[in-house]
């Protein structure tokens, strides 16, 4: 499944030579136009997770209340407010209207060719000819095609209409919505050791803050700031020619970006150098700004990829109950299959080295040791001889009670006193034969001389003297009695 962002199969030769595009953002644009409320809600979490936004304010990024603006209660008509006012009533078909994909395809002619002529000194800053500013201007309204390489235009001019199409927008390129979120943004700053705010700001913070923001903007005013903040970075790397910092060129761009419409400076002068300093920032770190963080595109990619995102509420209505069979743990059957194993195992090497040991007692020179070492052995009734090949069942534990003192033990001498007595009932005991069947063993010379018809005599010979001595007994008894 993964395949699908990283390979092209593609049978046209004559195509086979192109470059391969991998689009690392490809889930995140696909929620993002299929599933847009989904989308929405991923990122505005983890806005929020960064930056504090209060009810108010989130509602307004969240579209669910119209944005309070400075300036929007002011009585005061400066010159300045009444003549942005009038010409924005002027709508044409690019200029003035709402930001649209036509509009953006007018103006990236004017942004084409701004990239070729970077090096002219005061760019944006010096005006150009009025004159041949409208002439440009009515022809990108008309739709009609411009040779901006014949050099009837100044590179001035057209860098003068382009801020001149910014402003006459209904509303700044970074819309109303976000203008508070942008204001919390540029007060992202580093912490001490201490825990206590400092005054350094929090680049990688605010980086991914504006990644997130710039996810939610809509798209025509996305892609248009894309490419105005990649003209600004390219004129900024040029400032020995053209004398334009990223400083001066944010305060030429940061009222058509950021600033509300129909205010002045004067109802900015809390938040100007924020708003100033905001626009020099998304400037100088515009190559980072447009890529999606990496959780978001894992949770894009995820949300198509998982196998929980497709199962829908039905799905998990028809799934069996967990007390189930079916739902049996993977891990508990592996676990009960390796103590088996492990059980078997243990079993074998048991059985061998008890075999190992009744000849290493077998073959000990006769003695009073060598006696009791087989009595010992023998207690037993499962012993496993060298001779024999199937082991007999184990006789069944006898359950023993936990006393005070072997608690102390356990605690004092630790795991040496529970790997004795591991090791202990581990070793089978043989059940006690006869003196008779010692001496058979001893005569034979190896107990796999030993019959198993002789075995059994020998067995049945000792029941009976069992029986013959208990009843000894009890007629002694009784005569007693």
Same mark, same amino acid.
């Given at each position: 499944?993964?395949?699908?962002?990283?390979?092209?199969?593609?049978?046209?030769?004559?195509?086979?030579?192109?470059?391969?595009?991998?689009?690392?953002?490809?889930?995140?644009?696909?929620?993002?136009?299929?599933?847009?409320?989904?989308?929405?809600?991923?990122?505005?979490?983890?806005?929020?997770?960064?930056?504090?936004?209060?009810?108010?304010?989130?509602?307004?990024?969240?579209?669910?209340?119209?944005?309070?603006?400075?300036?929007?209660?002011?009585?005061?008509?400066?010159?300045?407010?009444?003549?942005?006012?009038?010409?924005?009533?002027?709508?044409?078909?690019?200029?003035?209207?709402?930001?649209?994909?036509?509009?953006?395809?007018?103006?990236?002619? =004017?942004?084409?060719?701004?990239?070729?002529?970077?090096?002219?000194?005061?760019?944006?800053?010096?005006?150009?000819?009025?004159?041949?500013?409208?002439?440009?201007?009515?022809?990108?309204?008309?739709?009609?095609?411009?040779?901006?390489?014949?050099?009837?235009?100044?590179?001035?001019?057209?860098?003068?209409?382009?801020?001149?199409?910014?402003?006459?927008?209904?509303?700044?390129?970074?819309?109303?919505?976000?203008?508070?979120?942008?204001?919390?943004?540029?007060?992202?700053?580093?912490?001490?050791?201490?825990?206590?705010?400092?005054?350094?700001?929090?680049?990688?913070?605010?980086?991914?803050?504006?990644?997130?923001?710039?996810?939610?903007?809509?798209?025509?005013?996305?892609?248009?700031?894309?490419? =105005?903040?990649?003209?600004?970075?390219?004129?900024?790397?040029?400032?020995?020619?053209?004398?334009?910092?990223?400083?001066?060129?944010? =305060?030429?761009?940061?009222?058509?970006?950021?600033?509300?419409?129909?205010?002045?400076?004067?109802?900015?002068?809390?938040?100007?150098?924020?708003?100033?300093?905001?626009?020099?920032?998304?400037?100088?770190?515009?190559?980072?700004?447009?890529?999606?963080?990496?959780?978001?595109?894992?949770?894009?990619?995820?949300?198509?990829?998982?196998?929980?995102?497709?199962?829908?509420?039905?799905?998990?209505?028809?799934?069996?109950?967990?007390?189930?069979?079916?739902?049996?743990?993977?891990?508990?059957?592996?676990?009960?299959?390796?103590?088996?194993?492990?059980?078997?195992?243990?079993?074998?090497?048991?059985?061998?080295?008890?075999?190992?040991?009744?000849?290493?007692?077998?073959?000990?020179?006769?003695?009073?040791?060598?006696?009791?070492?087989?009595?010992?052995?023998?207690?037993?009734?499962?012993?496993?001889?060298?001779?024999?090949?199937?082991?007999?069942?184990?006789?069944?534990?006898?359950?023993?009670?936990?006393?005070?003192?072997?608690?102390?033990?356990?605690?004092?001498?630790?795991?040496?006193?529970?790997?004795?007595?591991?090791?202990?009932?581990?070793?089978?005991?043989?059940?006690?034969?006869?003196?008779?069947?010692?001496?058979?063993?001893?005569?034979?010379?190896?107990?796999?001389?030993?019959?198993?018809?002789?075995?059994?005599?020998?067995?049945?010979?000792?029941?009976?003297?069992?029986?013959?001595?208990?009843?000894?007994?009890?007629?002694?008894?009784?005569?007693?009695?």
């Amino acid at each position: 499944s993964d395949a699908i962002c990283n390979f092209v199969i593609c049978n046209d030769s004559s195509l086979r030579s192109q470059p391969i595009i991998f689009n690392p953002d490809f889930f995140v644009e696909k929620l993002r136009h299929e599933k847009p409320e989904v989308f929405t809600e991923l990122i505005v979490s983890n806005i929020t997770r960064l930056i504090d936004l209060p009810g108010a304010e989130l509602a307004q990024l969240m579209g669910e209340e119209d944005p309070k603006l400075p300036g929007a209660n002011s009585t005061a008509s400066g010159f300045f407010r009444s003549l942005m006012s009038l010409k924005r009533k002027e709508k044409g078909v690019v200029f003035g209207s709402p930001l649209t994909e036509e509009g953006i395809a007018q103006v990236s002619q =004017l942004i084409e060719y701004l990239h070729k002529n970077l090096r002219a000194e005061g760019l944006f800053r010096v005006p150009g000819n009025s004159i041949r500013q409208q002439i440009l201007k009515d022809a990108l309204n008309s739709g009609t095609d411009i040779d901006l390489d014949s050099g009837d235009f100044h590179s001035n001019d057209v860098a003068t209409l382009l801020k001149m199409f910014l402003g006459e927008l209904p509303e700044p390129l970074l819309t109303h919505k976000h203008f508070h979120a942008h204001l919390k943004i540029a007060d992202l700053t580093l912490f001490d050791e201490k825990g206590n705010k400092t005054s350094t700001p929090d680049k990688e913070r605010q980086i991914e803050a504006l990644q997130l923001l710039f996810l939610i903007l809509p798209a025509p005013n996305r892609s248009l700031l894309k490419l =105005l903040l990649d003209l600004l970075y390219q004129t900024a790397k040029k400032q020995d020619k053209n004398k334009m910092s990223a400083h001066n060129l944010a =305060l030429m761009f940061a009222p058509h970006i950021l600033w509300p419409r129909n205010v002045t400076a004067n109802d900015l002068q809390e938040n100007i150098t924020k708003l100033n300093n905001g626009v020099t920032f998304m400037i100088k770190h515009s190559q980072k700004l447009f890529k999606a963080p990496v959780y978001i595109r894992e949770c894009a990619r995820l949300h198509y990829l998982g196998s929980r995102a497709h199962t829908s509420k039905d799905d998990l209505d028809l799934l069996p109950s967990p007390g189930s069979k079916e739902l049996q743990p993977l891990k508990s059957q592996k676990r009960s299959r390796l103590d088996t194993c492990h059980q078997e195992e243990t079993q074998q090497r048991t059985e061998e080295a008890l075999k190992e040991l009744f000849r290493h007692v077998h073959n000990m020179p006769d003695s009073a040791k060598k006696k009791k070492l087989i009595r010992q052995f023998n207690k037993h009734p499962t012993a496993v001889t060298p001779g024999s090949d199937v082991p007999a069942s184990p006789a069944p534990r006898r359950t023993r009670s936990r006393s005070f003192s072997g608690l102390i033990k356990r605690k004092v001498l630790g795991t040496p006193v529970i790997l004795e007595r591991k090791s202990r009932d581990a070793t089978p005991e043989p059940e006690r034969v006869s003196k008779e069947n010692v001496h058979l063993l001893q005569k034979c010379g190896s107990p796999a001389h030993v019959s198993q018809s002789k075995l059994k005599s020998l067995e049945g010979r000792k029941e009976e003297s069992c029986r013959r001595m208990r009843a000894h007994l009890l007629s002694k008894d009784s005569s007693s009695l």
